[in-house]
């Protein structure tokens, strides 16, 4: 008898208090042989990104790329496949196919640029003097009133070169995943904190389309902004206006930043400089759209059945590269983990679905507007002014209202921190989650997964299940240089991808929905409160 419980009191340290979980390591050693032998992961990316190319939310790249993955997952053999609208129209689609800037004078040079996504075309070449006129607010308007016809509109001041202090290239090691497990208390936000925030997003949003009008009344000839990033990297985004009846602004470019301060400082010297814009750009609908997302499954099998795993990454990129660490990679990696699944004739409990997002990179678009429809949304708010607002810029949220799908999704895991492999999970603050996942892990430490931290990580799909209180994960990655060339710039192509990064990731993901298909319960959940 002493003997019975001596092991139990062993096990039950060993576990942490927690139950063992069953992990099918028959399964799992199938997958990994799926995975890390006859990878499919490369040539699902490669043709994502150089054969259909970046897929800006509602081009008509983003709508082949909806065509493409579900043409995929029928040929997988997935079950309810489809496209899936989102509630309101997103807006109109938007592509370029070239763009140049050159200077004429007071020497001939090639500037690096490139337009801002939902900006016009110039309809052929362009020309016009340089102006400084940093344009931030309401009142910088008035200055520069009458001043800017035949201009070509430099909106901010020179930003001064700073050397890169950390590798450009970076992995986790031992000592930076061991870290990871501190957690820091967050300290208290004061209110006029919050509200100041609040208060400059605003402005910014209020000031956006004030500022595209006054450059059209004005009659300047385009505008151009310096690239947040140094050494020849273009971060580029959106601008203009997606909304039919909206002004769209002027041909809008982003400039390298150092080709930037270079006609900024002939500005300063009072030198005149002259300009050479041609944008191939145009609006592919007169009309707002809807966007989609792709949406298959691979039906459960067991008494949980009508219970739901979910798997998800944004499809949509912006345009200036080829979205293929953003978030190329996390598609690829969803769409091989079913094709995994599939290949070693998985029969899970519980469904496993797999989503692939649109409008991500508007602020979580296409997940936000599921998530509402099939699981729970807060209550719009009755003020005009504040339901105007993006949620996250509103005061208070009330309380939540569940749909009848809110009890049946068992979790949701998220991979879109570029093409690392990897390396643990993000919990989330939800304690009881985090010895699961260890265990979950514990097959593909010998592959560099080991970490389970209780940090939050944000801006990403995941955070629209969370929000709500479902359990939403995204995993921790290997950064590379997804932070330091990568992110949201001209660089996203397919050769900063290593391939047997996402090798290991399709096969985790597979396994991570496999066992919250099997597993007896759903994931634990955290209370969710009303602010």
Known sequence: MKRVLLAATVAMLVGGLHAEERVDLSMTGRIRTEAFQ???????LTHLTEDIGPRLTNSPAMAKANAWTRSKFNEWGL???????????????????????????PRAFPLHALPKAWTPGTNGPVEGEAIAAKLEKKEDLEKFKGKLKGKIVFLSEARAYKPGEKPDWNRETDDTLHAMKDFTVPADQKPEAKNEARERRLQRLEFAPLLNKFLVDEGAVGSVSQS???NGVIVVSGGGSRKAGESVGVPSMAMAAEHYNAVMRALDRKETVRLRMNVDA????DTDQPAYNTIAEIPGTGPHRNEVVMIGAHMDSWHG????????????????????????????????????????EQGLLGSADYVSRHFGHFPEPTDPKEKALPAFLRTSRGQLQPTGEYNKLAAYFNVDNGGGKIRGVYAQENMEAAPIFEQWLTPFNDVGATVVTQRNTGSTDHISFDAIGLPGFQFVQDGLDYFTNVHHTDLDVLDHIVPEDLKQASAIVASFAYDAAMRPEKLPRKPVAAE
């Open 38 to 44: 006859r990878s499919q992961v490369m040539p699902l």
């Open 79 to 105: 079950a309810n496949v489809h496209d899936e609208a989102m509630s309101e129209p997103f807006g109109r689609g938007w592509e370029f196919r070239s763009a140049s800037m050159e200077m004429l004078g």
């Open 228 to 230: 947040s990033w140094d």
């Open 282 to 285: 145009n609006f592919t609908s």
């Open 321 to 360: 590269g080829t979205g293929a660490a953003d978030n190329g990679a996390g598609v690829a990696v969803m769409m091989e983990a079913m094709r995994i699944l599939k290949a070693v004739g998985a029969k899970p409990d519980r469904t496993i679905r797999v989503a692939l997002w649109t409008g991500e």
